[in-house]
């Protein structure tokens, strides 16, 4: 009898570390999957910045950092450098699209991507994301 109750405690710790096994296989295998990702970001478009103050914002970044002043569809302003360049807000006169709430410090980034935006929605869904304004296509 002793031996009968040692052979199943043995076969009970033997399937306990083989599930234990397969529990590590599963959960790498669903890691690993959650780490593929279907869309791919090609560059920075520009980055939307809400400030306090444009004339300091641009006075701070072109005299300290050495950016461009850029004006562009009328009377708005970026900061320029490269390729890149950060679109400015003044505090309460937001531009569309905007951030959701805007406070000085606040950015929204525009990013290029060559994905389909249809996958691009997808893919944000099925990681529970969605963009505040939908997908925008002509930041």
């Not at 296989?25 to 690993?32: D, F, G, K, M």
Request: hydrophobic share 45%.
């Amino acid at each position: 009898m002793l031996t009968l109750i040692k052979i199943i405690s043995l076969y009970i710790q033997l399937c306990s570390h083989i599930l234990l096994i397969w529990v590590y296989v599963i959960l790498s295998l669903l890691l690993s999957l959650k780490r593929i990702c279907l869309i791919s970001m090609s560059r920075l478009n520009h980055l939307v910045l809400t400030v306090k103050s444009v004339p300091d914002t641009i006075n701070f970044y072109s005299s300290v950092l050495g950016m461009e002043v850029v004006t562009f569809k009328g009377t708005r302003e970026a900061l320029a450098f490269g390729q890149q360049k950060f679109n400015l807000h003044q505090l309460g006169q937001e531009f569309e699209p905007k951030a959701k709430h805007p406070t000085p410090g606040s950015a929204v980034l525009c990013l290029i991507t060559s994905t389909p935006l249809a996958t691009v929605a997808a893919h944000l869904k099925v990681v529970h994301l969605s963009p505040t304004e939908g997908l925008e296509l002509n930041c």
